[in-house]
Structures are given as C-alpha cells and as structure tokens.
Nanobody
C-alpha cells in the first residue's frame, strides 16, 4: 500500500513556474514507477510525465516537453514536477500516481497506475 500526498499547487501568471511535490508513504517507494497526471474541467485525465523506479528514464507528454521536468528522490520518498513557462492551458488538477512494481507499465495510461494522490490545483492566469 502506498499513500501519496501532493503539494505545491497554486495560482501563477502565464510564463511563471511552479514545483509540485508528491510525498509517498511506505518503504518500497523506490520500486514504483511514478507518473504525474492532470485533469482540466471537461477534459480527460492525461499523463504529463512519468519516471522509472531509479529515475534513469523519464517520459513526457507532447504538450509539456521542454517545459516540465519530472524527478524523484528515493531517499526522501518524493517525486517532483518542475513546471516552467506555464501556459493558461496548463490549468488543471494535478495528480501523482504510483504503478505496481513488477507489473507491465505503460507510462501514459492511467490504468497502469494503482495508487493516486488527492490532487493539487494549478491555476495559470493569462
């Protein structure tokens, strides 16, 4: 069982930056691939970034490539999402998610993730 808690959301002007954090409980955090998803009102949930257990490989959605950076610190049981050059269309609730260790993992698919945080709101003003 993994309990995830996101933080760092808020209101920012377009062009600004935010860093989201996701703190995980449990001693096996380093065994879980992690992802950041977002969902805007009336839109489907989409994966914006994902990272392998060691942090050696990262994946990004096309809409955030070059602007967002995912990273993790396994010693702190935390995964981060650095968001730069924010746009109005980045406004959404952002969720972190953990995929079960040892299972087949398709990083962009929400069905690949078993544990979810409660979400944190990011609002970008234009």
């Amino acid at each position: 069982q993994v309990h995830l808690v996101e933080s760092g959301g808020g209101l920012v002007q377009a062009g600004g930056s935010l860093r989201l954090s996701c703190a995980a409980s449990g001693r096996t955090f380093s065994s879980y691939p992690m992802g950041w998803f977002r969902q805007a009102p009336g839109k489907e949930r989409e994966c914006v970034a994902a990272i392998t257990q060691s942090g050696g490989i990262t994946y990004y959605g096309d809409s955030v490539k070059g602007r967002f950076t995912i990273s993790r610190d396994n010693a702190k049981n935390t995964v981060y999402l650095q968001m730069n050059s924010l746009k109005f269309e980045d406004t959404a609730v952002y969720y972190c998610a953990a995929a079960p260790s040892g299972s087949r993992w398709y990083w962009a698919f929400s069905s690949s993730y078993e544990y979810w945080g409660q979400g944190t709101q990011v609002t970008v003003s234009s």
